[in-house]
């Protein structure tokens, strides 16, 4: 831990120094925040359950976002602390610790670090990124969202690859199409072996995505070839649709998983369904549910294999647990955000309870997020 929080203060330093040196020498754009989230997370027994207490997704990121001259730009995201910490900085297989940061498979604590390109209408990245899967509930930062109340494809599967993008924006900003290639999350690392222990390697991720915005609707649809063996995909659809209503604003989700198409036993889904109610600019109602299904691939099934290791809340397996069929993973509840500070959403309290069909308990989640920017204390 000691080591962790040394190497944390000398890279906020660094992005502090950086963050000054680029405002007086160079005059380009810099942005550096710091986002503390921390939460309470008690469990409240339903059938057969017990109460329960523990930190949730307690958590520490950074946001760096900067220019160099007219084309090039940079986006880091970094995932600092957890509630346990060192499983973002090594992993422990067999007695053998190994760093994390190249996993395929594994949140470390780089969740995105990515250079861009710009020429007009066009845009090339690379790095690390996140997957184009079609999803607003995937679609948003990770400090941002409510594992609790989130669907079991979002809590197992590995979004955050290595890899390639290249992008076109409509002259009028209204549309945005995008093609990915990208490491594969069954993969143990950037060019390793797959889940499976074949000896070939260098799996990867092939992905066309569109982003829409038509003022009261905007898409984000995606196709996904996911490969897990060599030259064996699973294939993804992503359906993910927004709609503005006044002061409402309702978000439909729907991903499909299939990895024989003549197979309906390889077949699986994702859908969630939410609507947010925007009373004013310091608080705001939502609801949210849905539902998963597994995807097999042979005699395994797709969670099984891209899930993390968990007993508590959120299942670690839907193939395992003798409380529920393997075919269905329900789960749903309800919060309130609120903005307590004057002309800015940068603090924001929440308190969400949250329920599926494994965990036999409901969750009360309470917690507060501070998104605040040191780019603006330095000019202060």
Known sequence: MRKILILLTTLLSGSLAFAQEAETTTGNDLEVRIIPRFELNPYAPTTGGSWDIDLGVTSLYTQIEGSIG????????????????????????????SANLFRNDNLNWLDMGYVNLNFGSWDFTLGKDMLMVGSYEEDA????????????????????????????????????????????????????????????????????????????????????????????YLKMLGLGNQFYLGDFTLTLDWISRITDFNEKSGRGMTLNASALYNLNDKLEFFVKGGLDTPASLGNEYFFDILSYEDDGFVASTLYDSNVFSPNKYVFGGAGVHYYPLRDSQDLRIHAVAAYNNFAESVSLNLGVTYNFSLTNLLKK
């Open 141 to 232: 930062y990770d400090y941002d969202s409510h594992a609790n109340l989130n669907s079991y494809f979002w809590n197992a599967a590995q979004v955050y690859q290595w890899g390639a993008k290249v992008a076109w924006t409509s002259p009028d900003e209204s549309t945005q199409l995008l093609a990915q290639v990208m490491s594969s999350p069954f993969s143990c690392r950037l060019f390793g072996a797959s889940w499976f222990g074949e000896e070939e390697g260098h799996l990867k991720t092939l992905s066309l995505g569109w982003y829409g915005d038509f003022d009261w609707f905007a898409p984000i649809w995606s196709v996904n070839m996911m490969e897990y063996a060599k030259g064996k």
């Open 70 to 97: 007219d084309h090039v730009s940079y986006f880091f995201s970094n995932h600092w602390l957890s509630t346990d910490p060192a499983s973002l900085y090594v992993i422990d297989e067999d007695g053998e610790r």
